[in-house]
């Protein structure tokens, strides 16, 4: 029997590759994610290996709020000059160095524009020196206040050079600077990891990075000859006391590598999700050709039934089938995958300049899952098939066709039980408080029940999408014969109703939530112009507050307020918070709420936040913010969330210590009569000296910060563009089968005749009937799976249903486009069938 199956498995190597293709992109993309996140994680070590080479034990405050890589920016505390006295007083010693070291140093480069920083921080910090890892390559560094040096990457990508006027924004509007040095690193690196850095002088750097002279963010210790970084870091930690974290160098560069970690490991989430998807969609691939293929073998399977092959042989005949081609696709799937992972990084590494990606590794957790995934998804696939071949009986050896297709009945009742079993997940998830893995449990659930349910409806449908083919011969042909099993079309055009169902309901959701927001935003801003900018990289960009004031000068405007935003912790708990100049002012720019100015002690939460919390007016809560001790204050009022930004409104005098302590927006309003057109030019000449603000009127502004809506709706695309790829494999495949298996019905046609294009046109009817039919499904449900999820949204402002008419019309096309394209190669092979070997054949 092993051998039987092992000479049959050969004898149909193209069976093997169709059979195998899916599970090679699913795998592919499998071992993808973790060839691409283990070597971003070493590159990760290496990179802050590098930074932290030249520091022994590095000293820092205590970060007032611990915030994680996946929570925001961590804003480190600041520490005093005395400490670092106090840490050369250590026995052990050898030198210790205070450090300014922040993020939010946004150099301009010389074509006006800030230099773009997508990831990478770009850092701010005093100059100490040069060392064994720094050293100059031209100039020197900077020695009056009016002075920078900069790495090689700032002078590469901003054009500069030696004695050039540069300006750089920090937490102060920008400022013109003299470039007096540049310098690399060891190794001829132009930056570390892409880092932008600019050096200032110590107090200006204290000034402009971290808004507090005579303090640093770090202190880097050097030990003395015969001690160790471990004895050092326990004799410092002895000696400063609790409120410091002192480490060592090697600490320092694992904590920070785990930091970016944490979101390599979200980003290798994502990543096995669609994989996932993609494996599920091959397995319809992998079911629907095992099906065929039993059929096919109906004779030869009922021959070794009659030869004394037990129904355990048969099954397990099948099944070792399975292993060898989820075997082989897992192993050719893990060579592609450390390929994607590969190109994967290389990209990675070509949007952060600078970047050095650690050599391309195959971790064992990629080559595991490969192999267990190919081989499980595989088996999984073909047991039905297997099961069903089981059942044949010895008698269908002697007769010369195919054993009938089977009622419907049972498998129509099957999809309606599993069915109702995934809505019910499915509605728990959205209105209960099941989470997101009773919703995607339930949708895939779902799919598995519509997938069930699929044959009852494919032969009314298909009949009626066969009519629009039915005008020629070939045409009616084709059609016939994409109805004429209807578990086949059923299960092929089920695995392009999964991907085009995610694709279609992500847009609708997305669609929605944009019209939703977008409509809350017209009635609720009542400012007709912003101040603000895009947001690309970890802080978003700030301006002057001096605008706001200026603002509300020019002739025209009735009221200017800006808005301070930063994390902060309330009664423990991380949140964001907000401040402004006058919180009337606000409120009448924003929202037209009234409300009044808050006192030093005292604070605004919104009546949601109220609720939520069980507070009450009058309460009295603790903040802590970035920087200053923990305060309370006293809520004092109350407002509606929607009509006001942020949930938490705090006194003015707390910005001082925000994490920025400059406005990131501005809302104005203008008075009666006055238009946009008078009063915006005057506004943009205000914020001319901030390149990564502008002014805009309101409809600009709202269309601005719903935009990331649409690149979120694009990369759910591309990544689902492989599962749509599989089903255009698997309609390649059924095609392909099919043809094999009415190779003698072929014949005859072709001898009563049917010609070579006659034949191509009835290949391709079929094909693009089962296409549409399976876009149409998907059109279908994901309509309906997005309508959902809109309407348990409901509450938190997604009231507005959008179905991307457009989108799906585009999808249908495409679709027929897809089965011509799949029909290609089959049709050609059918088309070429000698007539005479096709009548004959058995």
């Known amino acids: 029997m092993l051998r039987a199956t092992l000479k049959s498995l050969l004898g149909r190597k193209l069976r093997l590759v169709l059979s195998g293709l899916a599970v090679v992109l699913g795998v592919m993309f499998v071992a993808g994610a973790f060839v691409v996140t283990d070597t971003l994680g070493r590159s990760f070590d290496q990179l802050f290996a590098t930074a932290f080479e030249g520091t022994d034990v590095g000293v820092s405050a205590k970060p007032k709020i611990e915030v994680s890589e996946m929570e925001g920016e961590q804003v480190a505390s600041t520490l005093p000059a005395a400490a670092v006295q106090q840490v050369r007083n250590v026995q052990g010693v050898k030198s210790a160095t205070g450090v300014v070291n922040s993020d939010g140093a946004r150099v301009i480069g010389s074509d006006g524009k800030v230099l773009a920083g997508t990831g990478p921080p770009r850092l701010g910090e005093n100059w100490v020196g040069t060392d064994d890892l720094l050293q100059l390559r031209e100039g020197r560094g900077p020695t009056a206040d009016d002075e920078i040096a900069v790495n090689a990457l700032i002078a590469k990508q901003g054009k500069l050079k030696i004695g050039d006027k540069v300006g750089v924004l920090t937490l102060e509007p920008k400022k013109m600077f003299t470039l007096v040095g540049i310098w690399g690193y060891a190794g001829d690196k132009d930056s570390i990891g892409g880092s932008q850095e600019v050096a200032f002088t110590e107090p200006v750097a204290q000034k402009l990075m971290i808004g507090r002279t005579g303090e640093f963010n770090m202190i880097n210790v050097k030990a003395a000859d015969g001690v160790t970084p471990e004895q050092l870091r326990d004799r410092i930690a002895a000696t400063i006391g609790a409120g410091y974290d002192v480490k060592t160098g090697d600490q320092l560069a694992e904590d920070n590598a785990a930091g970016l970690k944490e979101f390599l490991g979200f980003f290798n989430k994502i990543l096995l999700g669609f994989a996932s ?68 990084g290389q990209f990675f590494a070509s949007l952060n300049d600078g970047f050095e990606m650690a050599t391309v590794g195959v971790p064992l957790s990629a080559v595991v899952s490969s192999l267990l995934v190919g081989v499980l998804v595989t088996v999984v696939a073909a047991l039905l098939p297997a099961l069903r071949a089981s059942r044949i009986s010895p008698v269908a050896a002697m007769q010369d066709v195919a054993t009938p297709d089977r009622p419907l009945t049972k498998v129509s009742v099957a999809g309606a039980v599993v069915g109702a079993t995934g809505g019910t997940l499915l509605a728990i998830g959205l209105y209960g408080s099941g989470g997101l893995w009773l919703i995607l449990g339930g949708v895939l659930v779902c799919f598995i029940g519509i997938a069930l349910l699929t044959p009852l409806i494919s032969r009314p449908v298909v009949a009626l999408l066969g009519r629009l083919f039915s005008w020629s011969v070939p045409g009616r042909l084709g059609r016939l014969n994409s109805g004429r099993n209807p578990r086949r079309t059923a299960i092929t055009a089920a695995a392009l109703m999964v991907g085009i169902a995610l694709v279609t ?54 009221g200017a307020a800006g808005i301070w935003q930063d994390q902060a912790k309330i009664n423990g708990e991380l949140t964001y918070v907000t401040a402004t100049k006058d919180l009337a002012v606000l409120g009448d720019a924003f929202g037209g709420l009234q409300l009044s100015p808050l006192k030093d002690d005292q604070m605004a939460v919104s009546t949601q936040q109220l609720t939520e919390k069980g507070w009450k007016v009058g309460d009295t809560v603790s903040v802590q913010l970035s920087h200053g001790d923990e305060r309370r204050y006293t809520i004092t009022e109350s407002y509606d969330e929607d009509a006001m930004v942020g949930g938490y409104q705090v006194p003015f005098a707390a910005a001082k210590d925000f994490g920025i302590p400059q406005p990131v927006f501005g809302f104005v309003r203008l008075t009666d009569g006055t238009t946009v057109d008078q009063v915006l030019p005057a506004i943009k000449a ?17 269309q601005d910060q719903l935009a990331d809506l649409d690149t979120i709706i694009t990369m759910v695309q591309v ?52 296409s549409v039919f399976g876009a149409l499904l998907g059109v279908a449900v994901g309509s309906g799976l997005g309508a959902a999820v809109v309407r348990a949204l409901k509450d938190d402002g997604i009231d507005q249903l959008v179905l991307p008419w457009g989108g799906m019309g585009t999808y249908l096309v495409l679709a027929a486009l897809v089965g011509v394209l799949a029909a290609v190669l089959p049709s050609i092979k059918a088309a070429r069938l000698n007539v005479l070997a096709a009548i004959a054949h058995d």
């Open 719 to 770: 990544l689902l563009a492989l599962a749509i790829l599989i089903a255009v494999l698997g309609v390649v495949n059924t095609l392909a089968l099919s043809v094999l298996e009415r190779t003698r019905e072929l014949g005859l046609l072709r001898a009563v005749g049917l010609s070579r294009g006659q034949t191509m046109r009835m290949v391709t009817v079929e094909a693009v009937v089962i």
């Open 505 to 558: 309901g992500v847009t609708v959701v997305m669609d929605s939530a944009k019209k939703s927001l977008a409509a809350q935003a017209e009635d609720t801003i009542r400012a007709q112009v912003i101040i603000g900018g895009d947001q690309n990289g970890p802080r978003p960009p700030t301006f002057d507050p001096a605008v706001i004031d200026k603002t509300a000068q020019i002739a025209g405007v009735r």
């Open 277 to 344: 998807v993609a494996l599920f969609v091959g397995i319809f691939l992998i079911l629907n050709t095992f099906s065929i293929i039993i059929a096919q073998r109906t004779k030869e399977l009922a021959m070794m039934r009659a030869l004394g092959a037990s129904r355990r042989q048969v099954i397990g005949s099948v099944l070792l089938e399975a292993v060898v081609i989820g075997l082989v696709a897992a192993l050719l799937g893990l060579g592609a995958g450390v390929g994607v992972g590969a190109a994967l």
């Open 686 to 702: 205000l914020v001319a000296d901030s390149p990564e603000v502008s002014a805009t009127d309101r409809t600009t502004f709202i």
